[in-house]
């Protein structure tokens, strides 16, 4: 039996909506993002054989990342989603980076990562249909792609 000593100090849940996302050089995006994921991993394993034994796995040090994706509100000039645009069609446009703060549930940061190299690969299309009754307000989808993540903790517990 885990002694109290053992036991987790913190026992509030993580929520979806207590999160702040910068694409750094794109204000525009980064204040009407509703959604983004924090992409996972994965490794390359190779197959130890050993006599007489199942083989062990062993880690081969290739970590393999999954894209990072957001979705944000369009505003009314397509400021933003152009914004994105000329960014993917600029032959000579530079990589940029990304940040993804997670907040307490008391809306304190606590987490940060950071997306290094980050350039888009995809840009969703923006559905127009005369036929709604109600007004929809547009969300683009963009995917991107970045060398790699780090997890900073901005505060110790």
């Not at 996302?21 to 190779?46: H, K, M």
């Not at 393999?64 to 994706?69: G, K, V």
């Not at 990304?98 to 559905?127: D, K, Q, R, Y």
Request: glycine share 4%; with cysteine; charged share 15%.
């Amino acid at each position: 039996m885990a002694s109290l000593a053992e036991q987790p100090k913190n026992i509030n849940y993580l929520t979806s909506v207590q999160f702040k996302f910068e694409l750094v050089g794109y204000p525009g995006v980064s204040f009407f993002i509703q959604t983004c994921n924090l992409p996972g991993l994965s490794t390359q394993a190779a197959q130890m054989p050993f006599p007489r034994q199942p083989g062990i796995q062993k880690n081969l040090g290739v970590i393999e990342f999954e894209m990072l994706s957001i979705n944000f509100l369009v505003d009314e000039y397509l400021e933003n989603y152009t914004s994105i645009w000329n960014w993917m069609m600029d032959k000579n446009a530079a990589n940029t980076g990304a940040i993804l703060t997670l907040l307490s549930s008391h809306m304190n940061p606590f987490l940060e990562v950071h997306f290094n190299a980050v350039f888009p690969i995809g840009l969703s299309e923006l559905l127009f249909d005369s036929t709604s009754v109600e007004p929809e307000y547009k969300v683009a989808t963009m995917t991107m792609t970045y060398q790699n993540y780090t997890i900073k903790r901005l505060i110790n517990e």
